[in-house]
């Protein structure tokens, strides 16, 4: 068995060393302020609730392969605050981190989406669709990785991908792909939505740790944005009138 090599965010430089298998922990950090109203509803919850919701994911990689894993139910966040008259009290925000599993095939044009929604498990199965990246001739370290810049135009504006040549697989967090390396940071959505590798570990992967993803209904991708986007509205529904699941005061 080969020794495992672990390379942790921002610590040293790796030189030339290169990997082609292993596993990559990402953090998923979302602005919740961002996507408030900008009224007094939105005010007030601006200094209830913490400005950003952070979320762990793995990625499983060999040179042709690659299975993320996301998801791990409830997330919460407990946090002290005064009221007008000085007075302490607790707030617990509880939200739902959904499943999502994508298994990518390089070298088959295969990915499989396994995605939850409305308590329901979906299976998308579908080709790679080539990323239209645009390699911008920007280098920087990050994670602790000498990276490029990529980007794109995605459904709320430019994405932006940093990838490492250190790690010669075609492959990245939450499907994304199409580079000459690993994608080790993604930004979205003008930056309110930052994926970036935490913990990167070169070793082999045990047999049955690169499942395709199989449990769930089959459905298709625009089917699924269809009930994707149902959903939302819902949400959004049931957000603007005080709808329970979201934000939990507890007064002491």
Known sequence: MKNAILFVSCIGSLGAVTQSEGEISFVTKVDMHAQLPDDEQGKMLRNMIPQYQEMSSTLLFN?????????????????????????????????????????????EGLVVEQKQLMDKIFLIRDTIDPAAWKITGESKLVSGLMCNKATMDGPD???????????????????????????VHISMDEGKILITADKIVARELKKGEMLIPDKGKDISREKYAELERKKMEQMEKQYSTGGEGTVIIINE
């Open 157 to 183: 504006g430019k994405i932006e991908a940093w990838y490492t040549a250190q790690i010669p697989v075609s492959s990245g967090p939450s499907g994304f792909g199409g580079l000459p390396g690993m994608i």
């Open 63 to 107: 040179a042709t392969q690659a299975l993320f894993l996301s998801g791990n139910g409830d997330t919460s966040h407990k946090e002290e605050k005064l009221d007008d008259s000085g007075n302490s009290f607790q707030i617990e925000i509880k939200m739902d981190t959904p499943q999502e599993n994508i298994y990518t095939n390089v070298a």
